[in-house]
């Protein structure tokens, strides 16, 4: 089995800062894409940023330039570094890895918990 646990959620004012890390553990290989979702009440889930085993980076256009994906493949962890934030930015945030178990394996689909960012003054 595979857990993604999530931290560095919380309340900041607009203009601020988060950052939001994701760690992987358990029956992994190597991990594909890493992904960072959000969903605000009465909202679909939408894809923020996405990362590639390679380090190529993917942003939904509310977020590029404020946000910034990367990921540490040694420690199996993606991070989201959120500047500039704002009040629509306020959402649940998910994190989401592509797995392989085993070498020549088939790729999972794996999310986390969630965690909240509220920004408001």
């Known amino acids: 089995q595979v857990q993604l646990v999530e931290s560095g959620g919380g309340l900041v004012q607009p203009g601020g800062s988060l950052r939001l890390s994701c760690a992987a553990s358990?029956?992994?290989?190597?991990?594909?894409?890493m992904d960072w979702y959000r969903q605000a009440p009465g909202n679909q889930r939408e894809l923020v940023a996405a990362?590639?085993?390679?380090?190529?980076?993917n942003y939904a256009d509310s977020v590029k330039g404020r946000f910034t994906i990367s990921r540490d493949n040694a420690k199996n962890t993606v991070y989201l570094q959120m500047n500039s934030l704002k009040p629509e930015d306020t959402a649940i945030y998910y994190c989401?890895?592509?797995?392989?178990?085993?070498?020549?394996?088939?790729?999972?689909?794996?999310w986390g918990q969630g965690t909240q960012v509220t920004v408001s003054s």
């Open positions: 990362i590639t085993s390679g380090g190529s980076t």
């Open positions: 358990g029956s992994i290989f190597s991990i594909d894409a």
């Open positions: 989401h890895c592509n797995v392989v178990k085993k070498r020549g394996g088939v790729t999972y689909s794996y």
